[in-house]
């Protein structure tokens, strides 16, 4: 069965749905957060992270691993201690478009099917809707939405390339998936990553999911020298 439903992105998105309940689904939980939102505009970050860690702990969880490998970085890259803030949010905030994604699409113990991935490319453009919902600012809103671009041009959701991706949001791209290769749960079908095959893995990326300076950045804030290691062999 198909539905149509609009969603108020970019600023009449359709989208069409293959599954009439996810449209209800969808429906409800934008009605929810938008009132949620609405109440809660002056603090809209804190009140915004609140809201994922309870909707969706596994997703929070990552993200908080997610900011420790982005502050890192940032710092190899000489961040002063409000832009590290910043980047705090951005990687903490990157994901929060996946309170949309019902858990069961989240957490699969399989490959998603073709309309599951579908829901699931869609969560950068939640994200961004939700930082409307609750007032956040501008920039996080803008990295939220891209941080699933590509430094070749062919990512998602609008296949921007280069330096015309944020560059926290590249930053973010890296730790994120670092991270999902050697520790996150929410992959069950897919064995974990030691640490030397996550940074050979972003080695074979560089120049083409990642930009390369945030590659040799990142690698430069584990301790001793690890990530040169492995790319010296
Ligand atoms: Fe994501």
Known sequence: MHDEMALEIFPAATVRLVNLSWGNYLQKAFQHLKSLGKL???NGTEALIQKFKDARPSSFHHSVRVARFARSTGRAFGFDDARLKQLSYTAVLHDVGKMFVPERVLSLPRKPTRAELFL???HPSFGALLASYFNLPPEL???TEHHHERWDGRGYPHKLGGEDIPFMA???QV???YDAMVS???RPYREPRTHDEAVRELHREEGKQFDPRVIEAF???FPSGLGKKVREQ
């Open 40 to 42: 809660q505009r002056k």
């Open 120 to 122: 699931l490319h869609l």
């Open 141 to 143: 809103r803008v990295r």
């Open 170 to 172: 590249r930053i973010v």
């Open 175 to 177: 730790a994120d998936t």
């Open 184 to 186: 996150d749960p929410s």
């Open 219 to 221: 690698l430069d804030s």
